[in-house]
């Protein structure tokens, strides 16, 4: 048709697959994308991406033109979480219970890429050194196959709970948090990931702890100091690591910083929308 085409790619979809064991590389479904892939890069006047590791990585292999890519990451809606800057002091047990206890959230699947018993590993480390903390986890997935493997990783039904909650209602839950926490596999495929609930914890003014090798991550925490990559799951790095993440959750201003950290690099309007505008006016040139 001789129309200017954008290429926006959400991620490495035919690898994202086969790591999470649903594809197989010699699939003939695997391939069958990898080639509209290959053609849709070859074709587009413009391209997104959601991390500049992607963005190099399509440059390094020749793929794409840098001059053709924008890098959008995962944006949040700030104003969503505005109204709740001010409950820093206020925690949760249950939802809308008011506790001075120390809550770890998760939110999001905790199933295919994710590493939900490394996660419940890490919280047992960090409730170690300071006993009463909680676990709360926030998924679509059914609560009992869940809390089978937290107690696995050597949980007590008492130290968790496991719920869903409507979109409008996430902000205010994270809000009353003090640390978030997102641990996925690190594949090949994750050079292209931005998890937006790295974005929706920062905006909620929580510290984030990440694994390393996830999209631009590990970079964005430590320079903004707001948060912490853990490099591997063995106790004698999830001690530490919990030890780390109490103490950035104990200083002051850490709340303001990381809200300035997700206004810098996920506000939805100055960021992800004056990105798509750019790449919009380039390719229409």
Known sequence: ??????????????????????????????????????????????????TRRMRDWLVGEQLAAAEKIQ???????????????????????TVGEASERFEVVYAGSVTGLYM????????????QRRPGAFFR????????????VLRQAGLNNEDFQIGSAAASEVPAILSRARLGISFRKPTFSQIAASPTKI??????????????????????????RVGLVVADFDSNNLGPAAE?????????GIAERCRAAAEKHFDLDTVGGAGYVELYRRVAV
Do not use: H
């Open 199 to 224: 974005s929706e914890y920062l905006a909620a003014g929580l510290p984030v702890v990440s694994n390393q090798g996830i999209g631009d991550t590990d970079e964005l925490l430590e320079r903004e």
């Open 116 to 127: 939900l018993e490394e996660m419940g590993r890490f919280f047992g480390e960090l409730r």
């Open 244 to 252: 780390r993440a109490l103490a950035l959750a104990d200083e002051s």
């Open 1 to 50: 048709s001789g129309v200017r085409i954008i290429f926006d790619i959400r991620g490495l979809m035919a690898e994202e697959y086969e790591d999470a064991g649903v594809w197989q590389r010699d699939s003939a479904v695997f391939r069958a994308v990898k080639k509209l892939e290959r053609a849709g890069l070859k074709r587009a006047d413009g391209i997104v991406v959601l």
């Open 137 to 148: 986890v926030l998924t679509m997935s059914a609560p009992e196959p869940v809390a089978a």
């Open 71 to 93: 890098v959008i990451p995962c944006c949040v809606d700030l104003m969503q979480y505005q109204e709740n800057a001010g409950e820093d002091s206020i925690k949760t047990g």
